[in-house]
């Protein structure tokens, strides 16, 4: 009987773990988590921007049809009374108001006093591109802002397009990012929310700077280099361009603004332009 007794309880020792063999397990799998999480994090973010590349692609698709059926010319990018802007006039062609939303962007709140006729937060901008055409101040991108007492031309046709797969059609700036530096919100129909321009003193409102790789990589958004892009896939943002193709592409490079004054044009993806 004692024997027998004896028998069973080492048969029960031997199926316990010691506690250097739990130690052990747990370090295990502390250090399997420690290198999985990582992945795992990347692996989501990687689907956000999938989901987020695939967004502008639709937009993008919107928007040439848009063009296709207004005499090749593509809409004004913000309207004179800062109302029904680009997003308006393409989402018909989407048939849904979330694909303007990219799943970076965490912030889809608006002031409540712009409920009703600004529009609704949106994650990406068109390419207004502004600047001094030897006359006068003009649209040097695609989509620009509809006040001719400034600005002429205030749009572009696709013949006026020089190289439509280098030129931007549109680029992400996320309403959680204008929020930030205090704008209005980054709204479809609102300006300068839903437009990219240049360097203005609108910052109150939202802001419209583009890329300029010469300015301080120390500067805060949107006064670094990547200006009023937002960067949130791993350090690059998705952009569309006017032959309808989408990619990602670290903001700054649109705009390396590098070598000679020549060489800088000819490097700048936000200027129609370009021949």
């Given at each position: 009987m004692f024997r027998r007794d004896l028998l069973v309880r080492s048969r029960r020792l031997t199926r316990a773990f010691t506690l250097i063999e739990?130690?052990?397990?747990?370090?295990?799998?502390?250090?399997?988590?420690?290198?999985?999480?990582?992945?795992?994090?990347?692996?989501?973010?990687?689907?956000?921007?999938?989901?987020?590349?695939?967004?502008?692609?639709?937009?993008?698709?919107?928007?040439?049809?848009?063009?296709?059926?207004?005499?090749?010319?593509f809409p004004i990018g913000v309207k004179d009374d800062w109302n029904d802007s680009w997003p308006s006039a393409v989402q018909p062609y989407i048939k849904s108001i979330a694909a303007f939303h990219c799943p970076d962007d965490g912030d889809d709140t608006q002031p409540d006093w712009t409920v009703g006729w600004a529009g609704v937060p949106i994650s990406y901008a068109c390419n207004g591109y502004t600047g001094w055409t030897g006359t006068s101040n003009g649209t040097?991108?695609?989509?620009?802002?509809?006040?001719?007492?400034?600005?002429?031309?205030t749009t572009k046709s696709m013949a006026d397009v020089g190289k439509p797969s280098e030129t931007i059609l549109i680029g992400e700036k996320h309403n959680v990012d204008v929020n930030k530096v205090g704008g209005w919100g980054q709204l479809s129909s609102f300006a300068p929310g839903c437009i990219f321009m240049m360097d203005l003193d609108w910052e109150t409102l939202a802001t419209v700077r583009i890329p300029d790789g010469s300015r301080p990589i120390t500067g805060v958004y949107p006064m670094g280099p990547d200006?009023?892009?937002?960067?949130?896939?791993?350090?690059?943002?998705?952009?569309?361009f006017c032959d309808g193709h989408v990619k990602a592409m670290k903001p700054v490079n649109t705009n390396p603004q590098k070598g000679t004054q020549a060489e800088k044009d000819a490097a700048n993806m936000w200027d129609a332009r370009r021949r």
């Open positions: 739990l130690l052990v397990v747990i370090a295990i799998i502390a250090i399997l988590a420690a290198i999985l999480f990582p992945v795992f994090a990347q692996a989501r973010e990687k689907a956000r921007q999938a989901s987020c590349l695939s967004n502008e692609k639709q937009i993008s698709i919107a928007i040439l049809q848009y063009v296709q059926d207004y005499d090749e010319t040097l991108g695609v989509m620009g802002m509809a006040q001719s007492s400034w600005i002429d031309p200006g009023s892009v937002s960067a949130h896939h791993n350090g690059m943002a998705n952009f569309s």
